[in-house]
Structure formats: structure tokens, C-alpha cells
């Protein structure tokens, strides 16, 4: 009777062996406890296996620092860092500006040595911010003052030739430019096509009227050119038509071509400055602003004819085509 009992605890445990195996497993291998980075930053959270990497959970040196890195490049860096997004206008309503962020390496690195500090508990992600070149109190200060203005007219029963100088003008209108910059005509307004929306009218072509796509813009960057020009502001390039036009005076017109003659001129003060245009029934103004403490040097440029005058001739330049 004394033996039975041992005998019996041996085939019992047996049996426990047989039909629950993972006990016995258990028994041989203890799962190793997790050890995470836990990091969030706003409204995401990112949780990287240190184990994954070689870390034992106990010894700091076993931490793989660069894969460590590379993981934080591969997956946090991708969704946190951003460029700065400067304030702008679009459709003359104002875009406000995004501060850029990048995540800060550096600080990440300094918890390496005491890695115990941050494991299995979420920390903040250290990051550097970064401001645009342009911010949105900024952008609202771009009208404080007017440095030039011009105003040509036109025959707005034209239809198509109308059109084509409200569709230039809206390509121009709020457009910012920095400290140093140069504006193209060509590059800001874009291609003159039908399916961009322009229409055929009156164009010069080697002296000669004809009809081309996008006719009229030309007195879009001529008025944009007398503005600029009094302004104070450095005129970079600019071609006149090969015959005289109606909407400005004698050499005080700017011609522009897709691929061809562009209008370009340079921001030379040390504020950026935006462009305002407005179309009104016949009417053409650009205005060139900038923050009231803007230095410039103005110069005097011409009247534009009248509106009776400009009609007239465009009138009679029409009539001389036909005939």
C-alpha cells in the first residue's frame, strides 16, 4: 500500500502530459515579456517591438540603434514630417498657412542610454517645428499699401476677347510674389487653349490682325506692365507688338506668346508684394500691394488713353482689317 500512492502521482502526471500537451510546454519555455516603444503624437500612436530588433529587455547594449532608427524613418517619420505651407489666396479667400514639422532625431537619440525610462509606456514624439516663409497675419498685411496701379479699357461687347482678359486676369489676381522673385506671364497664367477655357479673337501677328486663341490677353500683361513699371520695380523682360495697340500709349505695351515673347519682372524690394486684378464691364485695374513699410522708389509712367479713345481706335482698327 505505501508504494501505490507514488505510482499512482506518476501516472497521473503521465496523463496530464498526454491530453494537455501545452502544459508541458509551458513548462519547458516561459514567454519573454514584451518591450515596446510606445510613441504618440496628436491623434496617432506608433508601437515598435523592441524585441524584434535584438534587445533583450534587460541590457541597453543589446539595443539595435539603427534599426531602431530606420523603423522610426519607415513609419513615423512617413506620416509626421510636412514641409511649411505658406498662406495664399485662392479665389481671393485666404488659405492660411501650415507650420512645418519634422521629427527630432536627435532627442530620439538621447534615449537610448536609458531606454528602461521609456519602454512599455506611451512618450511624446519630440519634433522641431518650422515656419513658412509667408504666414497668414502676413499675407493679410500684403494690402497695406498700394506701391502702383493702371487701368486700361476695352470694348466689352466684344465678347470673346473680353472673356479672354477676365480669364487672364483671374490667373494673376492675388498672386503673391517673394522677396527676390521673378513673375512670368507665361509660366503664372499658363497655355491658351480651348479646353482651358480661352476663345478666338484679334491677335497681331508679324504686324498683320488675325484671329488666334486667347486674343485680348496681351492687354492683361500690358496693363500688368504699367503697373509694375510704377511701381518701382525691375522689368526683367519685355517685348512690344509689331504695330501699336489701342489700350496704352506709344511703346507702353508688353506682348505675350505661349512659347514665345513672355513678360517677366523681378521682386526687388525686401517684402513680398501681390497682385490684384479686377475686370468691370470694359474696364481693366491692377494694382501692385505691399505691407505699409515696404520701401520702393515709384516712377512716372503715361496715362492710358480713355475709354472713348480706346474704343475708337480698336473700332478703327477693326474697320482697317476689313477693308
Known amino acids: 500500500m505505501k508504494r501505490t500512492k507514488p505510482i499512482f502521482l506518476f501516472i497521473l502526471f503521465l496523463s496530464s502530459l498526454f491530453f494537455f500537451p501545452e502544459a508541458a510546454w509551458s513548462f519547458q519555455e516561459k514567454k519573454d515579456p514584451e518591450v515596446r516603444l510606445m510613441v504618440r503624437f496628436g491623434e496617432n500612436e506608433w508601437s515598435l517591438d ?9 541590457d541597453p547594449t543589446t539595443l539595435n540603434q539603427d534599426a531602431l532608427m530606420n523603423q522610426i524613418r519607415e513609419t513615423i ?9 505658406p498662406a495664399y489666396y485662392k479665389d481671393r479667400k485666404v488659405v492660411p498657412h501650415q507650420l512645418g514639422v519634422k521629427v527630432d532625431r536627435q532627442k530620439i537619440k538621447l534615449w537610448f542610454d536609458e531606454i528602461h525610462d521609456y519602454i512599455n509606456r506611451p512618450v511624446d514624439l ?7 516663409e509667408l504666414t497668414t497675419k502676413e499675407l493679410l498685411q500684403l494690402k497695406e499699401k498700394v506701391l502702383g496701379s493702371y487701368t486700361t479699357f476695352f470694348n466689352y ?9 477676365y480669364l ?6 492675388h498672386h503673391v510674389l517673394m522677396p527676390g522673385e521673378t513673375f512670368s506671364f507665361n509660366k503664372v497664367v499658363g497655355i491658351r487653349s480651348r479646353a482651358r477655357g480661352y476663345r478666338m479673337a484679334k491677335i497681331i501677328v508679324k504686324g498683320e490682325y ?3 486663341v486667347g486674343g485680348g490677353i496681351c492687354q492683361t500683361s500690358s496693363t500688368l506692365f504699367n503697373a509694375v513699371d510704377m511701381a518701382g520695380l525691375e522689368i526683367v523682360e519685355r517685348n512690344s ?14 506682348t505675350v506668346s505661349w512659347g514665345g515673347p513672355d513678360f517677366k519682372f523681378k521682386n526687388t524690394l525686401s517684402k513680398p508684394i501681390l497682385i490684384a486684378a479686377g475686370v468691370r464691364k470694359g474696364m481693366l485695374t491692377i494694382h501692385i500691394y505691399a505691407p505699409s513699410d515696404a520701401r520702393h522708389f515709384p516712377r512716372e509712367v503715361p496715362e492710358p488713353p480713355s475709354e472713348k479713345e480706346s474704343i475708337r481706335e480698336e473700332v478703327k482698327e477693326k ?3 476689313l477693308g
Open 210 to 212: 488675325s484671329e488666334g
Open 157 to 165: 461687347r466684344n465678347v470673346n476677347r473680353s472673356h479672354n482678359i
Open 168 to 173: 487672364s486676369a483671374k490667373a494673376i489676381d
Open 77 to 85: 517619420e512617413k506620416e509626421v514630417n510636412r514641409k511649411p505651407q
Open 319 to 321: 474697320k482697317a482689317n
Open 241 to 254: 507688338h509689331s504695330r501699336r495697340v489701342a489700350y496704352v500709349p506709344k511703346n507702353r505695351d508688353a
Open 126 to 132: 519630440p519634433v522641431q517645428w518650422s515656419m513658412p
Open 50 to 58: 523592441l524585441r524584434e530588433i535584438g534587445f533583450d529587455g534587460i
